[in-house]
């Protein structure tokens, strides 16, 4: 039970709010100069105590989004590809329905009715069902079990069955296939390996040479790797290394005299230490990239017409973006610019196209043309997309009566027989 003591200084009398913690260490929620400002601090400090203690109802009053993020999710023990999942889950699924729910107002029948919502939304029933059974479940039952909660809301509620595929099985012929299409000889081996041991995918990428005792053919599967965004990394890589493979249990058994033999034959050929991964690329082997020549590819519209890759044709209709098709495209339109033929009116213009940027312009398809100059100079410089029209003017219009007058007055009026005088042209 807190308290307020009253203590004595030498410039004053001075208020001291004390309060007992969980532990029932008396702690103190800070000095003041008058009473009735410490009695509300201590009372402060004994409610926050008491949101954390189990069976207060208090707790309950929590978001649902601040009871995840802040207490059920950072302290959830669970593998980080699992947390990595469970994040995306929670983002695209369940934080937007029960986010700002508070968690009492959550019950068995808002959960049937956010299980309604995700199929309008078209998610799929195994999302659903992941959501539910995996996510769902345990963050209730934590609450239950903390004393957050007094009842399990999503507990009995039902979701719709997710059918399970048979796996189909390849044929030996397609085997060969896909056999003979492999790069080298290295993934050769792999393949061949994991047929022959059914390692998973995180095991066998991480069998190293110590793993295999060459003697007596016997594999130990003590590690397995996953890739992660770094930001579920602990430390912010791509790939981590767990000391355990699926199961959390190490497993050993014999591999045949001919794998064990190509294994051994690959580990003495690439002079490979003990701690070496038996499948990785080496650093001095470059990737094995074929190059085209731009000017053999085709693309096919639906209708059936064939259009050349690196032509004005193909980029304009949408159907590469590449960028020897936007050169292509960029220098067509400044050669109409400079002519004087661009349409003004056509949406596609280059400063209008979001494809192409005037950087990029310069750098692929040489120095932008200059528009021809406003005003002096040749005649043609007086045409423009849009001519002013006279008088529009304020200082004009106040004026031109009297400009008018002048002007009949000076100028001789042309005969019948007179020519008129050359229009300007446009430029070609």
């Known amino acids: 039970m807190g308290f307020t003591r009253k203590r004595k200084w030498p410039n ?12 029932g260490v008396r702690q103190t929620a800070g000095t003041f100069g008058a009473r009735k400002e410490a009695d509300p601090a201590w009372q402060r400090a004994e409610s926050r105590i008491a949101e954390g203690k189990a069976g207060d109802p208090r707790r309950a009053r929590q978001t649902f989004r601040t009871y995840v993020e ?39 029948e808002t959960v049937r009715e956010w299980i309604t919502h995700l199929k309008k939304q078209g998610a799929s029933a195994y999302s659903i069902k992941y959501c539910k059974t995996a996510i769902l479940n345990a963050i209730f039952t ?88 770094p930001r579920f990394h602990p430390e912010g890589r791509r790939f981590l290394v767990k000391d355990y493979p699926k199961g959390k249990r190490w497993r050993r058994f014999k591999l045949s005299p001919q794998i064990v033999a190509k294994l051994k034959a690959h580990a003495e050929a690439n002079n490979l230490t003990p701690d070496d991964l038996f499948f990785s690329r080496r650093r001095d082997e470059p990737p094995k990239l074929e190059l085209l020549d731009p000017d053999t590819l085709t693309f096919t519209a639906p209708n059936g017409r064939t259009y050349t890759h690196g032509t004005i044709t193909a980029y304009s209709l949408g159907k590469c973006k590449c960028h020897h098709c936007r050169a292509a495209y960029a220098a067509y339109r400044a050669k ?14 280059i400063d209008d196209d979001p494809h192409i940027s005037a950087n990029w312009f310069r750098s692929t398809a040489g120095t932008r043309p200059e528009p021809p100059p406003t005003s002096g100079g040749h005649p043609a410089s007086t045409t423009s997309a849009t001519p002013t029209p006279p008088g529009s003017s304020p200082a004009a219009r106040t004026s031109r009566s009297s400009r008018s007058a002048s002007a009949t007055a000076r100028s001789p009026q042309p ?8 229009q300007p042209t446009k430029p070609l």
């Open 142 to 229: 934590t609450a239950v079990n903390d004393g957050v909660l007094v009842y399990h809301p999503s507990r009995g509620v039902k979701t719709d069955p997710v059918p399970e595929k048979p796996r189909q099985i390849i044929t030996a012929e397609q085997f060969a296939r896909i056999y003979e299409a492999l790069p080298d000889a290295t993934a050769k081996l792999l393949v061949e390996t994991d047929i022959e041991s059914g390692l998973r995918w995180g095991e066998l990428t991480e069998l190293r040479v110590k793993d295999l005792d060459f003697a007596t053919g016997i594999l130990t599967v003590s590690r397995s790797v996953v890739e992660l965004v």
């Open 336 to 349: 109409r610019r400079a002519q004087g033929k661009d349409n003004p009116r056509n949406p596609r213009v």
């Open 415 to 422: 005969s019948a027989t007179s020519t008129p005088s050359p």
């Open 12 to 23: 004053g009398t001075r208020y001291q709010a004390l309060y007992d913690d969980a532990r």
């Open 70 to 108: 802040e207490r059920w999710f950072p302290n959830h023990r669970i593998e980080a590809s699992t947390r990595q999942d469970y994040a995306y889950a929670l983002a695209a699924h369940v934080m937007p329905y029960f986010g700002d729910m508070k968690l009492q107002d959550i019950t068995s």
